[in-house]
C-alpha cells in the first residue's frame, strides 16, 4: 500500500497575528494507524520542506498517545520536516490519498491547483481520497468525472459550524466547512461535536473532528485492505 497523505503550507491564522498550521493529532494518529499496518507513506505539502504546525494542537490539553508516540519518534519528525512538494507528485504512484486537517487548508490546499488535481486524478483512478476535520474543506473544488462536484449526493462529514463557533473562528475563517460541503451537495453529516463520526460513501471517507482522525484511517485502511484502488 502506497498512501500520500497531503499537508498544509499555510501558518497564518486570517488577519489575527496568530498562527495555524495542521493539527498534530490528525497527523499522528493516521500515520500510525498506517504505518503499523505496513503501508509505505509519503508526506507532501504545497511548498514542501516542514509543515507548520498549529501550536494550539501542541498545547497540553491537547495531547494523545499518538501525539507523544510522534514526539518521540525521530524517524516520523524528520519524515515531517522533508515533506515533498506536491508538484513532484503523480498521483499514479499511489493508492489513496489522506488529508489531515488544521485550519491552514482553508488557505492554501483548497485553492492550491495542484491539490484539486491530484484528487480529481486518484478519485477517477478508482482509488480512495481521506480528509478529516477541517480538510474534507478542501474538496470544494473538486470535480468527479462527469464535472460534477465531488461531494455532489454523498454522504459527507467536517468540521461542524457549532465546533468552528466553539472555537471563535467563524468569522476568521475563509469559509466554514459544513456550510460549503452543504453547498456542493454533499448529505452532509455529523455527530455530537467533538465525537468521533466518519462517513464513508464508497471511495469518499471524511472525517468530522479531530477525534475522527484515527477512525478515518482505519476506514480508508479497511478499503485498501478490500482491494479498492488495486492497493496491495
Known amino acids: 500500500m502506497k498512501i500520500l497523505m497531503v499537508l498544509t503550507s499555510h501558518d497564518r491564522l486570517g488577519d489575527t497575528g496568530k498562527k495555524t498550521g495542521f493539527w498534530l493529532e490528525e497527523f499522528a494518529a493516521p500515520y500510525y494507524v498506517l504505518a503499523d499496518a505496513g503501508a509505505e507513506l509519503t508526506i507532501a505539502s504545497p511548498r514542501g520542506g516542514q509543515p507548520p504546525l498549529d501550536p494550539k494542537s501542541d ?8 501525539t507523544a508516540r510522534f514526539k518521540a519518534d525521530p524517524a516520523a519528525q524528520a519524515a515531517l520536516a522533508h515533506s515533498v512538494p506536491l508538484a513532484e507528485l503523480r498521483a499514479d504512484a499511489f493508492d489513496a490519498v489522506f488529508y489531515p486537517g488544521g485550519h491552514g487548508p482553508l488557505w492554501d490546499l483548497a485553492e492550491d491547483p495542484k491539490s484539486i488535481a491530484l484528487i480529481e486524478q486518484v478519485y477517477a483512478a478508482g482509488k480512495p481520497v481521506a480528509a478529516v476535520c477541517h480538510a474534507p474543506g478542501v474538496l470544494r ?3 468527479a468525472p462527469g464535472g460534477a462536484k465531488l461531494v455532489a449526493g454523498k454522504r459527507v462529514t467536517g468540521f461542524a459550524d457549532s465546533e468552528e463557533a466553539a472555537v471563535g473562528l467563524t ?3 475563509p469559509f466554514l466547512v459544513e456550510d460549503v460541503l452543504k453547498a456542493n451537495g454533499g448529505r452532509y453529516t455529523k455527530g455530537a461535536d467533538w465525537a468521533s463520526h466518519v462517513e464513508t ?23 485498501l485492505r478490500a482491494g479498492v484502488g488495486k492497493a496491495a
Open 59 to 66: 498545547a497540553p490539553d491537547a495531547q494523545t498517545d499518538d
Open 141 to 143: 473544488h473538486v470535480r
Open 171 to 173: 468569522d476568521v475563517v
Open 201 to 223: 460513501d464508497g471511495r469518499l471517507i471524511t472525517g468530522q473532528n479531530p477525534a475522527s482522525s484515527k477512525a478515518a484511517a482505519e476506514a480508508l485502511l479497511g478499503l
